[in-house]
Nanobody, 123 residues
């Protein structure tokens, strides 16, 4: 079992920044690929970014490239999502997820999910 706890969401103006954290715990949690997904009201949950268990491989959705950066701290077993130049369309509940499949952007590849953290970007 892997437990994931997100934090860092909030309300920010367009153009601002937030950093989300995902604290992982549980058996072999440091060996999992960790991803961020988001779900806006009335829309399906979509991939945002992932980082491999080693931290050596990352990927971002086209909609956030150049603005969001995912990173991993093995010392604290925490994954971060630095979000800059935020836009109103980034408003969503952000979830972190853990899976054993490498380099996947599919929700079905992730077995464990956090409870989510709300990000609201005002115009």
């Amino acid at each position: 079992q892997v437990q994931l706890v997100e934090s860092g969401g909030g309300l920010v103006q367009a153009g601002g920044s937030l950093r989300l954290s995902c604290a992982a715990s549980g058996r072999a949690s440091s060996r999992y690929t960790i991803a961020w997904f988001r779900q806006a009201a009335g829309k399906e949950r979509e991939f945002v970014a992932y980082v491999s268990w080693s931290g050596g491989s990352t990927a971002n959705a086209d909609s956030v490239k150049g603005r969001f950066t995912i990173s991993r701290d093995h010392a604290t077993n925490t994954v971060y999502l630095q979000m800059n130049s935020l836009k109103p369309e980034d408003t969503a509940v952000y979830y972190c997820a853990a899976g054993t499949s490498a380099y996947s952007i599919s929700r079905s590849s992730y077995n464990y999910w956090g409870q989510g953290t709300q990000v609201t970007v005002s115009s």
